[in-house]
């Protein structure tokens, strides 16, 4: 999320002399500082909250009046460099730290400032000193913005409100008080919808099904007693012990005798149940011909108080109608259905209907719109963390704090924070403090570098549960290879992008790992061959040269 007014200053230094000076006997990078190798930075002209502080190349940072840049506002500093030397003796860390204590000397605040991050990105495409020249040299100041603070806010504020849902307390006065002051481009949407919550102390009677022979039995006592060979519907009743009791209508018992005889002996119901009793049964039999033989079809009715349940859906579920509110942002997403109401449970549903997966790394994207998912992920974990034989390894990813993103570079762009816990406080607090931590930035997550990380913390850890935006591609697939262990991916944001973005599905079939969705859990994706078609919820998909295509004709993300 890039805002605010656009801001970049450039300071020229004295081409001078080259600053060779003899190699330092040892040379330590300060612990506050990570370097990253890159080919070459491109620099992003568009960030309305960097400042280029530039320099020659191999020249000394440039005299300015830096006191004025705000240092609350300064989320990190980068010092950007090329590896190319002209001398053997010319010494690039002596030089990188003189850098580094001038602009010190200038800007006292930034020293030892716990609250900014220090990068070094060594640059190593140029092999010359005039293509140098074309590479960016010198300091990146990225600047937090005033907007990202506001949103961060409204964030952890939308994770309480949704977390209060499935809590039974639908706390919305943080959000609702952000809105009323003007303070964020979030607005509330609410619709009415129909929410169904199963009974669980009710069940329904359920019969066994007969056999080939059974029914073909049936069909020839019904032909000798009855002279009847066509369709054929029979209403038979049972006790609560679901043991047979009366046939309907049986105008003559010797007539129905055999019939009878049949049904007690080979009809066998588990019994329904009612406010966790046993009731009675009412069952329909329907006996049809087909081109294959005779079938024969069951349903299967409650009794209760003497009456018989027909409506199956309310004797099972409480069905009521309420007004759901959602909080879309407009300045990113289109406004329309939203997202809980949309997807109100997917994760609690996927993590319990998939209670074997155990010993597991759950690495979690903690990026902006996954609040809803976030919420589902507390709830379930407040319920079932404790458990011994559950999941304690964790490690949420952010794209990497606060770093710019133009040195993010595959494998080393960080923002990730792990932690093996049994304690639902600790897991929160981490969470949050990932989510805290992030700047929004580009689309693209570093989902893979966060595995690999998980899994050099624990190696014994033989699975992977990654919860993701379906909306961002993991920028490192290419780092995929280093994953040995299956990933189960759950994957959100399905019902907004018209389909699964099929790079996801390309990965997990690579990884031999696992897709879940509200309702699908597919484990066979490697197992697909060229030109099969497989269809997920209500979307197809082909394998065209060994990658997955969306055939639906919808766009994909």
Not at 103 to 120: C, E, H, S, T
Not at 244 to 269: C, G, P, W
Not at 418 to 427: A, G, P, Q
């Amino acid at each position: 999320m890039k805002k605010g007014v656009f801001i970049i200053l450039c300071f020229i230094g004295q081409l001078g002399l080259y600053a060779q000076s003899p190699a330092a006997t040892s040379k330590e990078l300060p612990s506050y500082v990570v370097k990253i190798t890159t080919k070459q930075l491109e620099i992003a002209d568009w960030d309305t909250n960097l400042l280029l502080l530039e320099m020659s190349f191999n020249g000394s940072i440039p005299k300015s009046r830096l006191e004025k840049i705000p240092i609350d506002r300064i989320a990190s500093v980068t010092l950007a460099y090329s590896r190319y030397r002209l001398s053997e003796t010319f010494d690039q860390f002596d030089l990188n730290m003189r850098r580094m204590d001038m602009l010190f000397a200038q800007v006292p605040g930034l020293k030892n400032n716990k609250n900014i991050d220090w990068y070094w990105a060594e640059q190593t495409g140029c092999k010359d000193p005039e293509t140098c020249k074309g590479y960016f040299h010198g300091f990146i100041i990225q600047l937090k913005s005033p907007e990202l603070a506001l949103y961060k806010e409204a964030e952890l504020a939308l994770l309480d409100y949704y977390s209060s849902i499935y809590e039974g307390l639908r706390d919305s006065r943080k959000m609702d008080s952000l809105i009323a002051t003007g303070k964020t481009n979030f607005i509330k949407k609410c619709d009415t919808m129909t929410l169904r919550t199963k009974i669980k102390d009710n069940k329904l009677p359920k019969t066994r099904s007969w056999d080939a022979d059974k029914t073909e039995q049936l069909a020839r006592v019904l032909k000798t007693e009855l002279e009847r060979d066509d369709t054929v519907e029979m209403t038979i009743y049972t006790n609560e012990k679901g043991e047979f009791e009366s046939l309907e209508n049986a105008e003559s018992f010797i007539k129905y005798k055999k019939l009878i005889r049949l049904f007690k002996n080979d009809l066998t119901v588990t019994s329904g149940k009612y406010e966790k009793k046993k009731v009675a049964s009412k069952i329909t039999a329907r006996l049809y011909k087909s081109k294959h033989g005779y079938k024969l079809q069951f349903i299967a009715y409650p009794i209760v108080d003497g009456e018989v349940q027909t409506d199956l859906d309310r004797f099972l579920f409480i069905t009521r109608v309420e007004t759901v509110c959602d909080y879309l942002d407009t300045s990113i997403i289109k406004v329309g259905k939203g997202l809980f109401s949309s997807t109100p449970d997917l994760v609690i549903k996927v993590l319990d209907r998939n209670k074997n997966w155990k010993n597991c790394l759950v690495a979690t994207d903690v990026t902006a719109s996954m609040y809803p998912y976030l919420a589902q992920f507390q709830m379930w974990h407040k319920l079932n963390l404790e458990q011994n034989n559950g999941n304690h390894d964790f490690i949420f990813f952010n794209d990497g704090d606060n770093k710019p993103d133009l040195i993010k570079i595959n494998g080393q762009v960080g923002g990730l924070y792990y932690i093996n816990t049994t304690s639902f406080e600790v897991l929160s607090i981490t969470m949050k403090k990932a989510m805290l931590r992030g700047n929004g930035g580009d689309r693209p997550e570093n989902n893979i570098e966060a595995v690999i990380e998980g899994l050099k913390k624990n190696p014994n850890i033989k699975e992977v549960i990654m919860i993701a935006d379906n909306f961002a591609t993991p920028r490192d697939l290419d780092l995929l290879k280093l994953v040995k262990v299956p990933i189960h991916l759950i994957l959100c944001g399905i019902h907004t992008s018209k389909g699964i973005n099929p790079a996801y599905l390309n990965m997990i079939r690579a990884n031999k790992g696992s897709i879940h969705t509200m309702t699908q859990d597919l484990y066979d994706l490697s197992k697909v061959t060229e030109g099969q078609v497989i269809k997920i919820e209500d979307k197809s998909y082909k394998l065209v040269r060994g990658e997955f295509i969306k055939i639906s004709g919808e766009k994909t993300p």
